[in-house]
């Protein structure tokens, strides 16, 4: 694709980073907090409508309308601005990588398409992250904020790695992922500038969203215990599950999604209608699967879960979550991810414990093991995986058993010959012409 490449200033010199990197990070935080904020009001009220269908029946047709309604405005969305499909993970590196160019006025456009669109994708109940979209929509915020710094080129834009890390930062409350996740799955450099940018932006758009906004850690699990050393044979053997499990889900995920772009019968603006039925059917019978799913996280954490129960949950958490991302949904995969490798590490803990083989205590913490595990073997970068989980959940002392798990779980997917999952998702996004002049 030819690219018509925007002039670029001078690159910030480390002072001047920390300064452009606290502005754009202060602008993330508000922009992600937000959109945290306005999710998490919208699904507590369906719920709570939900629970009331058994006195109200109307409830079911008319959610079942208010669904093809969504569907065709995600349509619409996607077709005014066909980059905000997915998690937007693979859009960012390709803007890094000076395979997408776009004026100010089109980043601006995406992040309004990014923000409405994976809300709604949200709020009609389907299986999918809203962290993805942070990260995209932290790196447009990001964009803009290098046009007014007079740095409008985003190839290897400081304020474009800055702006995604807060936006992984702002999602998680996990400003050290954030960071970790710029460098380490995105694959940037690692400059003086880039490092102070998106260090300053990170912990900065966290500040907004925990401070401004009082979005505090997202899972209470600071008093899990790890097993004692002798069971670590346990951690081996979860670790084995989990890569292969890893292999499973990014598998799966791309031969449906392939599948499906190639024989959808539906209109090209209807395409995410058969998932978002499917989320309304679960709604009004297990609506523990719908959504992200932190909270179904923060309840196995919480109070005991039947394994019967446990394993159902898994396997619809797992064929929705893939059932989700079909179609051209904007969405995130993230989340989900975390869900389904919290119920597997609790799975798995729970029988070794059921049959004597591992202290009890210690098996609340494979919930943590799963998660960091899962996240490793999927999208390949385990020091993201531990960080991320262990900010999220306080769990300091499960430090080494979740290195370990999730070290092996990722080299056990990259020996199964298993392409990460958002290199996988990156060679599937057609780019379109970028003309930014016609932007302006």
């Known amino acids: 694709m030819e690219k018509d490449v925007l002039p670029g200033g001078k690159l910030p010199g480390p002072v001047a980073a920390c300064g452009h990197g606290l ?16 999710h998490n009001w919208s699904s507590a009220k369906l719920l709570h409508w939900f629970g009331t269908a058994g006195e109200h029946w109307s409830i079911i047709p008319f959610w079942g309308l208010v669904l093809v309604l969504v569907a065709a405005l995600i349509g619409r969305l996607v077709a005014a601005v066909p980059l905000i499909p997915g998690s937007g993970i693979p859009q960012t590196e390709l803007t890094l990588a000076g395979r997408i160019v776009l004026a100010p006025v ?24 809203r962290e993805g979209p942070c990260v995209q929509m932290g790196s447009a915020v990001g964009a803009i904020a290098g046009s007014f710094a007079r740095h409008p080129e985003t190839t290897e834009s400081p304020w474009v790695i800055g702006g995604a890390a807060a936006g992984l930062a ?8 954030g960071i970790l996740f710029a460098f380490e799955e995105m694959k940037n450099r690692l400059t003086p500038v880039n490092i102070l940018f998106a260090l300053t932006a990170a912990f900065a758009a966290q500040t907004v969203a925990a401070r401004l906004f009082g979005l505090g850690r ?10 004692p050393f002798s069971q670590w044979w346990a951690l081996l053997l ?14 799966l995920l791309i031969r ?18 058969p998932a978002l039925l499917v989320a309304g059917v679960l709604a009004f019978t297990f609506p523990q699967v719908l959504g992200g799913g932190d909270g179904l996280i923060v309840t196995l954490g919480t109070a005991p879960t039947p394994m019967r129960l446990l394993l159902l949950l898994f396997v619809l958490k797992m064929t929705f979550s893939i059932f989700s991302y079909m179609g051209n949904v904007p969405g995130g995969l993230l989340m989900p991810l975390l869900c389904i490798g919290a119920l597997a590490g609790h799975a798995t803990g729970g029988a070794l414990a059921a049959a004597g083989l591992m202290d009890p205590a210690g098996a609340d913490a ?19 995986g531990i960080a991320l989980v262990l900010e999220m959940s306080g769990t300091v002392a499960c430090l080494p058993g979740t290195a370990l798990v999730a070290f092996l779980a990722s080299l056990l997917a990259s020996r199964l010959g298993c392409a990460p999952v958002y290199d996988s998702l990156k060679a599937r996004i057609r780019l379109p012409v970028a003309n930014p002049e016609a932007d302006r």
């Open 23 to 38: 502005v754009t990070g202060l602008c993330v935080g508000v922009v992600v907090a937000c959109f945290r904020t306005v």
């Open 106 to 129: 089109a980043w601006a456009r995406l992040l309004a398409a990014k923000f409405a669109g994976s809300w709604l994708a949200l709020l009609g109940g389907l299986s999918l992250g």
């Open 170 to 177: 702002a999602a998680f409350g996990a400003p050290v992922a």
């Open 218 to 227: 997202l899972f209470p699990f600071a008093h899990f215990t790890p097993p």
């Open 238 to 251: 979860l670790g084995g599950l989990i890569g292969v499990l890893g292999v499973a889900y990014n598998v």
């Open 256 to 273: 449906f999604k392939d599948a499906e772009a190639r024989r959808n019968p539906l209109p090209t603006g209807l395409r995410t209608l």
């Open 366 to 384: 494979f919930i943590v093991f799963g998660m960091a595990g899962l996240f490793a073997a999927s999208v390949r970068a385990p020091l993201t």
